[in-house]
């Protein structure tokens, strides 16, 4: 091979380099593109369960308030009332007690200046017997007043709740998308992803007397009037689905 034959097949090659480096990225890109691509038929469903589930959890909260000149013989008084509940309702069956939000803030005259002291203690009664809380409850209203009381859900009650529900939600997206497989005019499905969620409704405090109408009614040892609702457990299930 001569010189010139040499020189004239590397420019051949040079000037065919840059064409075949543009058209190897497309064809990658392109061979990406259909592999990633989204098949037809995939069909996308959501179902959901939910119910009324009776709340089985009472928590009273009970409180005390009073005023003092200072600080300290303010809390050993707070302190005292709160013990004595304590130890009352550490006997009751069925019910436990707890210490609530405590505090101490001052009170000032026109001039700004600190006049007195007032403070309040709270102690928290939670069951599953409402009768037995009631109860308790009235038999403190002599050392404490009730401040609220608040149903909720139990974690026990709510799990059991959603595993029943989540059987009718999976049957509800299963029908789903048997129906809609059919309508399409396709024969049977499977399951490309699927999601279970469950989600429940928080219950609202319900507030039993105001504090003036508890220090009227302090003697009072009757139970108190309970009644509990109920909380609305859902369970979600979403997902998609590959016709067939």
Do not use: C
């Not at 149903?151 to 029943?164: G, N, T, V, Y």
């Not at 059987?167 to 789903?176: H, K, N």
């Not at 508890?214 to 009037?225: I, L, Q, R």
């Amino acid at each position: 091979m001569n010189r010139k034959t040499a020189v004239t097949l590397a420019a051949a090659f040079a000037a065919a380099l840059p064409l075949s480096m543009m058209l190897a990225p497309g064809a990658a890109f392109a061979q990406s593109d259909a592999r990633f691509q989204q098949p037809s038929g995939v069909l996308s469903l959501s179902a959901q369960a939910s119910a009324e589930v009776p709340q089985d959890v009472v928590n009273i909260t009970l409180f005390y308030e009073q005023e003092a000149s200072d600080p300290a013989s303010l809390t050993a008084t707070l302190n005292q009332r709160a013990d004595a509940a304590l130890q009352r309702a550490r006997g009751v069956a069925g019910v436990t007690a707890h210490s609530g939000q405590f505090s101490i803030f001052p009170s000032t005259d026109r001039d700004g200046r600190i006049s007195a002291w007032r403070g309040r203690t709270e102690v928290v009664l939670e069951s599953h017997d409402f009768a037995a809380a009631s109860k308790l409850a009235g038999d403190l209203s002599s050392i404490m007043q009730v401040g609220n009381v608040q149903f909720s859900l139990s974690p026990e009650a709510q799990r059991a709740a959603e595993q029943k529900l989540s059987g009718q939600a999976i049957a509800s997206f299963r029908d789903q998308a048997l129906s809609a497989t059919r309508a399409f005019g396709y024969s049977t499905y499977t399951i490309r992803d699927v999601n279970v969620g469950h989600s429940g409704v928080m219950p609202r405090p319900m507030m039993m007397m105001s504090a003036r109408a508890a220090t009227a009614d302090a003697k009072m040892s009757s139970p108190v009037p309970l009644e509990g609702g109920t909380s609305t457990v859902t369970v979600n299930v979403s997902g998609s689905v590959q016709m067939k």
